[in-house]
């Protein structure tokens, strides 16, 4: 636990990115240009997922979506793009730079825009995931 402290905390200086230890991450994470992260201690992240610089992904405080989203394999989230509430994030979704989502994604989706627009898609990743395990 220590070494792991150290180490985030490191990062979190260094890169500016707030990634507890507590955070439950699956394996192949990618995080690409690691600058200005947060991602909340309670969210849950997927295998083989890539997050960009810029993402936000956090707790909503009140409401029926309190609480942190739960994202599925696979997943590619673009720059500056918030994800907020307790949502689910469905395996095989793409999530467009500057997108703000705040609901329940269905797995082999594109989202874009604010308030976000789904758009089903079979290998929604396809070529954009790395760092596959």
């Not at 999530?95 to 627009?117: E, L, Q």
Request: charged share 20%; glycine share 10%; proline share 5%.
């Amino acid at each position: 636990k220590f070494i792991y402290r150290c180490f985030f905390a490191y990062q979190k200086r260094k890169n500016l990115v707030e990634l507890n230890y507590k955070t439950l991450i699956g394996p192949g994470l990618y995080i690409g240009h690691p600058y200005g992260i947060t991602i909340n201690p309670t969210v849950v992240i997927g295998k083989n997922c890539n997050i960009h610089k810029g993402v936000t992904i956090g707790q909503e405080n009140r409401g029926i979506r309190e609480g942190t989203p739960t994202i599925g394999d696979e997943v590619w989230i673009g720059v500056n793009s918030t994800i907020v509430g307790k949502i689910s994030i469905g395996d095989d979704v793409l999530i467009a730079p500057n997108t703000y989502v705040n609901r329940d994604i269905p797995s082999h989706s594109i989202v874009f825009g604010n308030p976000c627009i789904v758009k089903n898609r079979e290998n929604a990743t396809e070529q954009y995931i790395n760092n596959k395990i």
